[in-house]
T-cell receptor, first 114, second 116 residues
């Protein structure tokens, strides 16, 4: 009965490839996010969507393109992968937009670029 | 610019002891301060949160202490247990605007290890 699920859990790929990570939430939330956690555990927001509309875009390279087909899904496509893209990517959702709403995180996708 | 500074980076506490993690912020507009707990291989999960109208909030063994004038807040874990071993993140946000684009700003995390 997973609330926020993302696939795949692990992704190993070579530089220059294109890859996608999928996320789905069954909490009925309006807002979804992508966060990046680097090797030092620092959590940084990348994007947020509310009802399929982009709300936050945190100066992420345009090689990263989120897509929200409906409010329960938010996918992340990454073009021309670079070594520095290696990290754990977390999808999250919340009941509404704004910093006061509790974030519900998925279990992450560990991306390794070789 | 790191708007929420968290210390220490790592902490080792004996079972039964008190674990204390500190955070300091700069933005006086921040008015919501949650703590998230992250176990290995899992995403962070909300542990406890406080608003600045109170100086302390307690939930079981977990207490947030808040000092508005010093712009500091801390997490205290009483009677620390091995199951508390995790990474803890403080965070802060400035509430809700008409645009809904406030985000939660996370601290850098503290890896807590409770030893038997």
């Amino acid at each position: 009965d997973t609330a926020v699920s993302q696939t795949p859990k692990y992704l190993v790929t070579q530089m220059g490839n294109d890859k996608s990570i999928k996320c789905e939430q069954n909490l009925g939330h309006d807002t979804m996010y992508w966060y990046k956690q680097d090797s030092k555990k620092f959590l940084k927001i990348m994007f947020s969507y509310n009802n399929k509309e982009l709300i936050i875009n945190e100066t992420v390279p345009n090689r990263f393109s989120p897509k929200s087909p409906d409010k329960a899904h938010l996918n992340l496509h990454i073009n021309s992968l670079e070594l520095g893209d290696s990290a754990v990517y977390f999808c999250a959702s919340s009941l509404g937009t704004g910093g006061r709403f509790t974030l519900h995180f998925g279990n992450g996708t560990r991306l390794t670029v070789t | 610019q790191q708007q929420v500074k968290q210390s220490p980076q790592s902490l080792i506490v004996q079972k039964g002891g008190i674990s204390i993690i500190n955070c300091a912020y700069e933005n006086t507009a921040f008015d919501y301060f949650p703590w998230y707990q992250q176990f290995p291989g899992k995403g962070p999960a909300l542990l406890i949160a406080i608003r600045p109208d109170v100086s302390e909030k307690k939930e079981g063994r977990f207490t947030i202490s808040f000092n508005k004038s010093a712009k500091q807040f801390s997490l205290h874990i009483m009677d620390s247990q091995p199951g508390d071993s995790a990474t803890y993140f403080c965070a802060a946000s400035s509430g809700i605007s008409n645009f809904g684009n406030e985000k939660l700003t996370f601290g850098t995390g503290t890896r807590l290890t409770i030893i038997p």
